[in-house]
């Protein structure tokens, strides 16, 4: 057992997480303080539901009234760079018109067709960054998937070795 006024080459000995400087140390401390945020975000945003089709961050960036890193618009869907990209690439694509999708949980047969469009700029944009060896789609829906943002959603990643199971 180590104590906090042990040196830190003491610790290391013992278990190496524990030196202040270690790589491992830091990027330990890096992911759990990202997880954990993500997670405090999704139950803050579940505790306090806005109106189905109330204005979100994401109607902003499409009206841009706050800026955004825009990689891809058509029509129908538009798709920017993630403000706290988990990858080298990380890209939400996200329909321009909501029409009461807050997230995937909410989706009727109307929405077939935005959804594929959805997936399909998935990839055309998947294309555009060079993610040759692969990418992943994620939707997260409702408080247990650590969703934040009520607008759906679809993040590309990619750029990295993903795993499985995600977290
Ligand atoms: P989710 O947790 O699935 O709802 O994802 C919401 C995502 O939106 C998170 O990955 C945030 O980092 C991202 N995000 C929030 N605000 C912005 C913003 N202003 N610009 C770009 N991405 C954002």
Redesign the pocket.
Known sequence: MSSASESPDKATATNPLKHPNSRIAVLTSHFTATMSS?KD??LAAAAAPPPADSPT?FDK?INKE?P?KVVYEDDKVFA?????P?APTHI?LIPKIKDGLTGLSQAEERHCEILGQLLYAAKLVAKQEGLEDGFRVVI?DGPDG????YHL?L?LLGGRQMNWPPG
Do not use: K, M, T
């Open positions: 993500e975000a999704a961050i960036i706050i955004a920017f760079r993630d403000i706290a988990q939400l997260n650590c969703q934040s943002v959603h993040h």
